[in-house]
């Protein structure tokens, strides 16, 4: 009961922060990505500004979503083996947007399934808040299903940030993503 | 008392609206795929991670007959809980909704695919891995209309 109000929380926090892909300051720059620091299942945190001169690739998704999630991890293992050496400058990374089933081994263990260098993460729903607002991320607990099976609208959009930090434009959920994705990264490291 | 089966599964068929071609009255789990009214080609499901008990099953559908068939749900021997899903979008967010009957017209196709229309399936009675194979049979009220044979793999 408690962890649905917690999620339920997060949504209504959410209800009013309305997904963006704006990325482009006033003056036509691209923005600095917003930065966190998570901890890390096992030990230790991943924080973004000690990711500065590797690429970061981010999605928001839940663990018990059957379709775009592994469908986006999928894409994610896929783009990286085509990166070849230049993978190593690259860190992909898979945030929850359920922390009320969600522990943090168990993002850790849902992004490692697709690829044993993918980081999973999740946290708190206070914690999680800001991050989401910072890139524009929404999520609700859609009608239906019960605590095991319910499933988690969520922006879908992949985050893309440089090695100097600032964040490229985001790339869509579609067809082709695999292939946008991969350009979109190879863009970003050069 | 073999006939009693044969006489309802006959009965329920007669109820139902399918083309007339596929009018058989056979029990509907032993029907050869050959005699359904739907085409199941590239039919795929995705390995199934650790500790979470769910998967989509992706297959292109085609309705050679001259009736649309109306899909009302489906069931997987795999999984204690399959449904006819559809991923969208919706004001950017990216959101699901069980389908309730999906149409495949006459002489047309409907492809579930990723990011769309699928067979979502919870509550995996064992874990896939890419070779596995999962069977589906897809299913118009009462009646099979399609059997889906899907091989487990990562794209």
């Not at chain 1, 986006?72 to 898979?94: H, I, P």
């Not at chain 1, 993002?107 to 999680?128: C, E, I, K, P, W």
């Not at chain 2, 559908?61 to 006819?84: D, F, K, Q, R």
Request: hydrophobic share 45%; aromatic share 6%; with cysteine.
């Amino acid at each position: 009961m408690q962890r649905g109000l917690i999620l339920g929380g997060v949504a209504l926090a959410l209800a009013a922060c309305a997904p963006s892909d704006r990325v482009r300051t006033a003056e036509g720059g691209a923005r600095p990505a917003p930065t966190f620091r998570i901890a890390l299942a096992g030990g230790g945190s991943f924080d973004m500004v000690q990711q500065r001169g590797r690429v970061v690739v981010l999605f928001f998704g839940y663990t018990h979503c059957p379709d775009v999630c592994p469908t986006t991890l999928s894409d994610f293992a896929g783009v990286r083996a085509r990166l070849g050496k230049d993978a190593e400058r690259v860190r992909f990374v898979f945030i929850s947007v359920d922390p009320a089933r969600d522990t943090p081994q168990d993002a850790m263990r849902y992004a490692r399934a697709f690829d044993s260098t993918f980081v999973g993460l999740s946290t708190d729903s206070a914690s999680l808040a800001p991050i989401m607002r910072g890139f524009g991320v929404g999520a609700y607990r859609e009608p239906g299903g019960d605590a095991r099976t319910y499933t988690v609208a969520h922006t879908a959009s992949v985050f893309i940030v440089d090695p100097e930090g600032r964040q490229r434009e985001p790339v869509r959920f579609g067809p082709a993503r695999a292939e946008e994705l991969r350009r979109a990264i190879e863009g970003a490291l050069e | 008392m073999r006939l009693a089966p044969l006489a309802s599964a006959a009965l329920i068929c007669a109820t139902l609206s399918v083309p007339a071609a596929a009018q058989q009255p056979q029990a509907p789990a032993a029907a050869p795929a050959a005699a359904m009214p739907l085409r199941v080609s590239g039919a795929w499901a995705r390995p199934s991670v650790p500790g979470r008990p769910m998967t989509a099953v992706y297959a292109v559908l085609e309705n050679p007959g001259g009736s649309p068939v109306v899909l009302t749900g489906a069931t997987c021997e795999v999984a204690g809980m399959s449904h006819i899903h559809e991923s969208f979008e919706e004001q950017g967010m990216m959101r699901m909704r069980p389908v309730d009957s999906l149409v495949v017209p006459a002489h047309g196709r409907v492809e579930l695919a990723p990011g769309g229309y699928h067979i979502m399936l919870m509550m995996l009675r064992r874990s896939l891995a890419a070779g596995d194979r999962v069977r589906c049979e897809l299913m118009a009220g009462q009646r099979v209309v399609a059997v889906v044979d899907a091989e487990v793999r990562a794209q």
